[in-house]
C-alpha cells in the first residue's frame, strides 16, 4: 500500500534518498561526493543524514582510507522500501487530481 | 500531512531530476578525465609523429603511453572511491583484463598484418582503442558510445582524404578534440 512518509519528504531528504536508491543495492556513495551532487554543505548533508539514520532508512559506514576518516553512505532496504512506497504516493495523490 | 497534487508533482520531478542527475554524474564523473588524459596523448604523441624521425616518434609514445596508462590507474582507483561495492570492484578487475587483453591484440595484429607506413600503424592502434571505448560505453556510459563512433568517423575521414595530414589531423581534431570534449563534459556537468 503507497504510504505518504513525512520524514522523507523534506526537500533534501528527498533528493538524498532519490540519489542513493538510484544506486545498486550492494553500492555506497562518498559523503563529499553526495555533498557536491546536491549542492549541500557539510552541516546541513549531515544534519539530514542522521536523521535519516536514526530513521533507519540509511546506512553510514565511517571508516579509515589510507588514514583518513571518509563516510559512506547507502540506502537501507527498509529506506528503499519506503522511498518506494512514497513515491507511490506521490503518484496516487497526482492521479487524483 | 495534505499535500496538493501540484506539490506532488513538484516532488516527483525532484526525484526524477535528482535520479537522472545521479545516474549521469556517476557515468560521467570519470570519463571526462580520460578524454582529458588521452586526448593529451593523442595530441603530443601525434604531433611528435608528424615533426620527429621514426626513433623519437618511438620513444614518444612509449612514454606518452606508459604516462597516461599510469594516470588512468589512478584515475580509475580514485573514481572507485567515491561509489563503491564489492560487485564494482570485481568490474574495475574485468576492466583492466580486458584492456590487457585488447593491447596484446593490437600487437598481434600490427606483427601479422605487417603496417606499410606510420598512418596504418597509427590507424591500426586507434580502431583497437576506439573498440575498447565503444565496449566501454556499452557497459557503463551509453552516451560515451557516439564519441567513440564520433571519433572513430574523424580519424578513417583523416586516413582516407587526407593521408598526408594525418598526423596533424589526429594531433588537432582526434586529441584537440577529445580535451575539449573533456572539458565541455566536465563544465555541463
Known amino acids: 500500500m503507497a504510504k505518504f512518509n513525512e520524514t522523507i519528504h523534506q526537500t533534501v531528504r528527498l533528493q538524498i534518498m532519490a540519489a542513493l536508491v538510484t544506486l545498486g543495492a550492494e553500492e555506497e556513495v562518498d559523503f563529499t561526493y553526495l555533498r557536491d551532487l546536491l549542492e549541500v554543505t557539510d552541516g546541513n548533508l549531515g544534519a539530514h543524514l542522521r536523521k535519516l539514520e536514526e530513521?533507519?532508512?540509511?546506512?553510514?559506514?565511517?571508516?579509515?582510507?589510507e588514514r583518513k576518516p571518509r563516510t559512506f553512505i547507502?540506502?537501507?532496504?527498509?529506506g528503499r522500501k519506503i522511498f518506494n512506497e512514497h513515491v507511490a504516493a506521490l503518484e496516487s495523490i497526482l492521479k487524483s487530481k | 500531512m495534505n499535500i496538493s497534487p501540484s506539490e506532488a508533482e513538484e516532488a516527483l520531478q525532484?526525484?526524477?531530476?535528482?535520479?537522472?542527475?545521479?545516474?549521469?554524474?556517476?557515468s560521467n564523473s570519470g570519463a571526462?578525465?580520460?578524454?582529458?588524459?588521452?586526448?593529451?596523448?593523442?595530441?603530443?604523441?601525434?604531433?611528435?609523429?608528424?615533426?620527429?624521425?621514426?626513433?623519437?616518434?618511438?620513444?614518444t609514445w612509449m612514454v606518452l603511453d606508459i604516462l597516461g596508462?599510469?594516470?588512468?590507474v589512478i584515475l580509475g582507483i580514485r573514481m572507485s572511491?567515491?561509489?563503491?561495492?564489492?560487485?564494482?570492484?570485481?568490474?574495475?578487475?574485468?576492466?583492466a583484463w580486458f584492456w590487457l587483453i585488447l593491447f596484446l591484440y593490437c600487437f598481434s595484429m600490427i606483427c601479422v598484418v605487417s603496417p606499410v607506413d606510420g598512418n596504418q600503424m597509427a590507424m591500426i592502434i586507434i580502431l583497437f582503442v576506439m573498440i575498447g571505448w565503444i565496449a566501454m560505453g556499452l557497459l557503463l556510459s551509453v552516451a560515451s558510445v557516439w564519441w567513440g563512433l564520433g571519433i572513430t568517423a574523424l580519424s578513417l575521414i583523416g586516413y582516407y582524404v587526407l593521408p598526408e595530414f594525418f598526423s596533424l589531423w589526429m594531433a588537432f581534431l582526434g586529441g584537440g578534440g577529445m580535451i575539449f570534449l573533456g572539458f565541455y563534459i566536465r563544465k555541463k556537468w
Open chain 1, 55 to 65: 530513521s533507519g532508512y540509511i546506512k553510514i559506514n565511517k571508516e579509515f582510507v
Open chain 2, 32 to 59: 571526462y578525465n580520460f578524454l582529458i588524459v588521452w586526448g593529451a596523448v593523442w595530441l603530443v604523441g601525434f604531433l611528435a609523429n608528424h615533426f620527429f624521425d621514426a626513433k623519437t616518434i618511438g620513444y
Open chain 2, 81 to 95: 572511491r567515491y561509489v563503491r561495492s564489492p560487485s564494482g570492484r570485481a568490474s574495475g578487475k574485468r576492466i
Open chain 2, 14 to 26: 525532484a526525484i526524477q531530476s535528482m535520479m537522472n542527475k545521479t545516474k549521469k554524474a556517476i
Open chain 2, 69 to 72: 596508462g599510469a594516470i588512468s
Open chain 1, 74 to 78: 547507502s540506502a537501507s532496504k527498509e
